[in-house]
């Protein structure tokens, strides 16, 4: 009965926010969102060539996915993922982008991808495997809201485009979100976090 109300005593402090889980998801989101600005620049120089297969602009749709899985493996809290990738997207909106408004709702999808990730694991693995996961999952729901907002292909070109999204989410947000997290944790710029000490236990 104890180790029962231990275990569920446990469970209520790991979804606890603190002060500086919430400064920092922020911090992360507004750092992104900068960065979304940035890559929305570059995005309009090379989107022309998409042109001759539209759907392979899912290659490079990973790096929009990226404050959700960073997000969450930093914080570690149910609703890190979601508060990171919108305050991206708001900063985004704010700076001003090729879609407008539209960015908002991508974003609460976006980090909705990731929390169901997590939230599969029930809050408690924080590896690569959940970040690639994170990645696909948010691509993926990203694709089908992007189907319908943006694009009007046939149904193969909007399979495709999922599945080059879901690729780049894997690798660019998942793979690379996941090598962010550690670098930052070498850097020891994560020592109030679960990241920083799992860092510190390895070394």
Do not use: C
């Not at 995005?43 to 929009?64: E, H």
């Amino acid at each position: 009965m104890s180790t029962t109300l231990d275990k569920g005593s446990a469970r209520r402090r790991a979804a606890r926010w603190r002060t500086v889980d919430i400064v920092t998801a922020a911090v992360l989101g507004v750092a992104f969102g900068v960065v979304f600005w940035g890559w929305d620049q570059a995005y309009n120089v090379f989107s022309p060539a998409f042109n001759v297969f539209p759907p392979i602009a899912g290659l490079v749709g990973g790096v929009w996915l990226l404050p959700a899985v960073v997000g969450a493996l930093v914080v570690r809290r149910p609703g890190a993922a979601l508060l990171t990738e919108l305050v991206a997207a708001t900063v985004e909106a704010l700076l001003g982008n090729r879609w407008g408004a539209g960015v908002l709702v991508s974003g609460g999808l976006q980090g909705l991808g990731v929390e169901i990730a997590v939230a599969l694991f029930l809050w408690r693995r924080w590896n690569l495997g959940v970040a690639v996961l994170g990645g696909v999952l948010a691509a993926s729901l990203e694709s089908v809201y992007e189907w319908s907002a943006y694009w009007d292909w046939s149904a193969g070109w909007d399979l495709l485009y999922l599945l080059f999204f879901a690729l780049s989410g894997a690798l660019v947000a998942g793979v690379g979100g996941w090598a962010l997290v550690r670098a930052l944790a070498r850097a020891g710029a994560l020592s109030a976090f679960a990241a920083g000490h799992e860092h510190r236990a390895r070394g």
